[in-house]
């Protein structure tokens, strides 16, 4: 009737939307299935810049990917959301909303109305986080233990690069576990910066405690203990004009004493900052003159141009940033340990040292021979302090190694029983084998067979062990309470709930409008 435009293309029905939105939500499933768990296969990623990367990351192949469909899209924006917020669990949320939906599609096909399925999965996920509650019965007695979080950080992100990881996460969790204790278990991950300097071996990776610079100092000044510092963001030339002028001289006497005064007035300009103690000053430019003469005065000069690296060592040193050339108040004058330039292979560094006591700014210095390592190592500390930052919010643990998951599942089925509707008891059901699916997933990318184990699983959790889970080492059965096979409960809480989140929305479509573009002559 001439309502749409021509341009709007629309899909109704069964099998145009809720099908077509199902499978495409399959094939993201079986895309992470692979790469899930300790022995999950990685991934090689052509980007669009020509760089290949290697990874079994599932945040990472998602974000490397470029989704067209309007249902995997909802989810891919869960999961971005629980690598950025939690770091931990994001392939479990593709797995499970991707199962859901395939057994909602089972469902469907034989009759169940989507607003029945909605309703008791809603009631089935309520149920399902009051089960998680009760499984969450560890808590780390001291976050400020080094031993505890390296073994949680390992377990959680240590399967994905093995070697890397038992290198690098022990200075991860040294720095997250000093800037938790310096700002009262407040973190951020703004107070870990990483530097990637091509040349040497991953392990050369060090942290700091400072912040670090890629350039050298201005003079020949290269090291200062105890530095006051000033920062000024405008050019320190006490003797450059507001306005264009013309100097004339009349004879050569002139001309060489103009030289020599010039100096003498810096120096005398220079003293009343060495008279507060001043020994660093940073700014944007400096004039050649000045140069020389704070050689002199053996004064360490730093040219900075970028306003983020100025705050950054203000917020360090603790000083006030002028926009000025004027001479600092003692209040605004900052204060740094020690101040040194370093080389890292050709590469020249000024290191900004600071005492724990006023510092909560760690550098972690990334040394690789190319630069998709360098990547890895970046990535790698910001998915392990998204996962302190998560610890420290919440501190507690679950049972690891599929073990939750099947716990849940036979709880669910229990409660199951006592429902009187045959419909939602159906459903009930078919949402609790949901679970098994990650456990079976896990021991299939181990290369073992799965029927065995997860009948060993199952007479385990009868029998009322409910921490028993997966040996990856032995391939059998064992308590990971015993193992130390943990996950993170506020991960899998949330992952839960945001893959339930994303497969309501998409059972709850019914109809897709596609806007086209219009093509003008």
Request: charged share 20%; net charge positive.
């Amino acid at each position: 009737y001439g309502i749409l435009s021509d341009s709007l293309e629309t899909h109704t029905g069964l099998n145009e939307v809720l099908i077509k939105n199902i499978e495409a939500c399959q094939e993201l499933k079986n895309l992470i299935s692979s790469s899930y768990g300790p022995y999950g296969e990685s991934k090689m990623i052509t980007q669009k810049n020509g760089k290949i990367l290697i990874t079994a990351d599932s945040s990472v192949i998602l974000n490397n990917l470029e989704f067209i469909h309007p249902a995997s899209k909802i989810i891919v924006s869960s999961v971005f959301f629980q690598d950025q917020e939690l770091g931990d669990s994001s392939g479990f949320l593709v797995i499970f909303a991707g199962e859901i939906l395939i057994r909602s599609l089972k469902l469907l096909t034989k009759g169940f109305h989507s607003f029945e399925i909605i309703k008791t999965f809603q009631k089935a996920e309520n149920i399902c986080l009051k089960i998680l509650h009760t499984l969450s019965n560890y808590k780390l007695k001291d976050l400020g233990s080094l031993k505890s979080i390296i073994s949680i950080l390992l377990v959680s992100v240590g399967f994905k690069c093995q070697n890397l990881a038992r290198h690098i996460i022990p200075h991860i969790a040294y720095a997250c576990i000093k800037i938790s204790s310096c700002t009262n278990h407040k973190f951020s991950q703004e107070n870990i910066r990483v530097i990637k300097i091509l040349g040497g071996g991953w392990c050369n990776t060090k942290t700091i405690t400072g912040t670090i610079i890629l350039k050298d100092s201005e003079g020949s000044v290269k090291v200062i203990n105890l530095a006051k510092i000033a920062i000024f963001t405008c050019p320190f030339d006490f003797l450059s004009p507001e306005t264009k002028s013309n100097i004339q001289f009349k004879n050569p006497k002139e001309m060489l004493t103009y030289d020599s005064k010039e100096k003498d007035l810096m120096g005398e300009k220079l003293n009343q900052f060495l008279m507060q103690g001043i020994n660093v000053i940073i700014a944007p430019d400096f004039n050649d003159g000045i140069l020389e003469v704070c050689d002199k005065k053996e004064i360490l000069v730093i040219k900075i141009q970028s306003k983020f690296e100025i705050q950054r060592i203000a917020h360090l040193t603790n000083s006030t940033v002028l926009s000025t050339l004027m001479s600092p108040k003692s209040y605004e004058i900052g204060f740094c340990d020690k101040i040194s330039v370093r080389s890292f292979g050709s590469q020249k560094v000024i290191i900004f040292n600071q005492e724990f006591s006023r510092n909560n700014i760690f550098s972690v210095v990334a040394r690789a021979n190319c630069n998709a390592i360098l990547d890895s190592i970046e990535r790698l500390i910001y998915k392990t302090s998204s996962i302190f930052k998560t610890i420290i919010r919440e501190n507690k643990f679950i049972p690891g190694g599929g073990a939750c998951e099947i716990e849940i599942s036979r709880r669910l089925k229990n409660f199951s029983e006592r429902l009187i509707s045959p419909t939602e008891k159906y459903i009930f059901n078919e949402f609790a084998n949901c679970f098994e699916i990650l456990p079976e997933i896990l021991i299939e990318n181990s290369k073992s067979k799965s029927s065995k184990l997860i009948s060993l699983l199952h007479e385990k959790h009868k029998k009322g062990v409910d921490s028993e889970g997966i040996d990856f080492v032995n391939f059998s059965t064992s308590c990971s309470k015993k193992n130390g096979t943990w996950d993170i409960f506020s991960s899998k809480f949330w992952a839960i709930k945001n893959s339930l989140d994303s497969v309501l929305t998409i059972l709850s479509v019914d109809q897709i409008i596609i806007a086209r573009e219009s093509f003008k002559n």
